[in-house]
């Protein structure tokens, strides 16, 4: 694909992602013709001399890419396209002009590993953000993620269910609801190990579910019982695990040893 032609998808794709809605269909398509065009011109991961235009159009589209990945609910794709900006921010930081979409990438991707419960690499990510202390402290983008893993360590879940209506940017709501998710099934098995029941309306407030047909249909892939009548929510709790004794073996053995014991003495 020629230099001209890259250009041309690379504003189509511009247009199409900037539309209000954006169209989504369009742009996964102008993505998947874009990548291969990056692959064939050495931009995907550019090595040597390229044009500083190149370059740009190269860190955008896979910026957009990044963005498309997460409204269209797919974190793989994310993955793959966060990961192939790392060049651009680390390797071409002094030569590239600021991306406005940076942080807001970097944000995004310290919730994914904390989705994914990876509090370690969260944190070595967080170290290596090539921003002084207290300018990641005013950086909504930054301060969004750092604050809601504090708030997970303290096990303050209202706060987290509070930080979607606080997010710094709409693709931002998608992590913090995955995450909520992930601490609804946490509660859930305090829950089940806590409780034999509980009033209908006290287990929507614990698992922060705003309608009681949420919970109804929260409680069918868990497996709870439902008493519409009563008003009552019981937990399903894994039958205790029985454990055989062979109570025939041991005497024998016990027989033996007192044998063997009678001809030591």
Known sequence: MSTQQLSSLYGELTRSFDARPSDLNKCGKLLAQLKVALIETGLIFPQGDHKLEDLVAARDILEIGAFWSIRTKDVPSFDRYFSQLQTFYNDFSSVLPPSKREYPLRGLNLIRLLIQNRIADFHTTLESLPLPADELALNPYIRHPVNLEQWLMEGS????????????????KFFVDSLIGTIRNEIASC?????????????????????????LEFAKQ????????????????????????????????????????????
């Open 157 to 172: 879940y209202s706060k987290v269910w509070n930080a979607r209506e606080e997010a710094p940017a709409e693709e931002y």
């Open 191 to 215: 829950e089940e190990t806590a409780y034999e029941s509980l009033p209908l309306k006290d287990a929507a407030t614990l698992l922060f579910f705003k309608s009681q047909s949420e919970l």
């Open 222 to 265: 868990r497996g709870w019982q439902v008493n519409l009548t009563a008003g009552t929510v019981t937990f399903a709790h894994k039958g205790e695990e029985k454990m055989e004794i062979p109570k025939e073996k041991l005497i024998a053995n016990d027989l033996h040893y007192a044998r063997e014991l009678e001809q030591i003495v």
